[in-house]
């Protein structure tokens, strides 16, 4: 592991996750990383059921982490990644606030609860995510946006505190590759712009999206029942 993300969800994580694949730190594991590998989504939720991590397990196949839910545990993976930089996204606290408000706080009500029952690794994730982040990390009142922002602010005090300043970046993903680069000892990649994605708009279209699966599924079923039956007719 040479690089920890300690920054929460909605900060830039996944604009940082590809920078540092641009750099040559590897694989870089990311909440999409979570979503992919159902092995992995029983990992964390049992994480939020108190048991212990199997780190080794987890990053296997990766040499730095970023976003939600590693980056809930920065200073647990600093002591078992001694060597690690560290870097803690950050952006403004209201911004950041409406961001999260507007996109991944709103996918556990999204999918109906039929759906979640009949696709385990859904149900498991969207578990997972209540249990470390919406109802650990935030107490169960992110909508309560002062409260919400406070816990984002402490959170950066508590990375400062814990993390030696010679292993810690602040950053900001507006600010581009220098940053990063002189913090990394990397030479900024030439002719390749910094990397900024997943904004709140793309992730809303692609909630909405996610919102039409389940009635789709249902309409694709519908259709080859009725296909079978006919057939069965004919």
Sequence with gaps: ?????????RTGTLSLKIALEVLGFGKCYHMKSV?????????????????????DFLFKHFN???DFPASLFYDELKNKYPDAKVILT??????????????????PSIVPPWFKR?????EQFIKMNELLIWHGLFKNKFSDRK??????????KNVRRHIPKEDLLIFNVKDGW???????????PKN???????TSDNMIKTLNIVKLIPYLTIILVTITLLYYLYLLNK
């Design 192 to 198: 390749i712009p910094f990397p900024h994605v997943n």
């Design 35 to 55: 979503i992919k590998r159902p092995r992995h989504i029983r990992a964390w939720l049992n994480a939020g059921r108190g048991k212990p991590i199997d780190w």
């Design 64 to 66: 730095a982490t970023v």
């Design 147 to 156: 409260f919400a922002i406070r816990i984002f602010n402490e959170h950066i």
């Design 1 to 9: 592991m040479k690089v920890i993300g300690a920054g929460f969800g």
């Design 90 to 107: 950050i952006r403004d606290p209201d911004t950041w606030y409406k961001s999260t408000e507007r996109t991944i706080y709103k996918v």
């Design 178 to 188: 220098r940053p990063l680069c002189d913090f990394l000892g990397v030479p900024i």
């Design 118 to 122: 009949i696709i385990p690794p859904m």
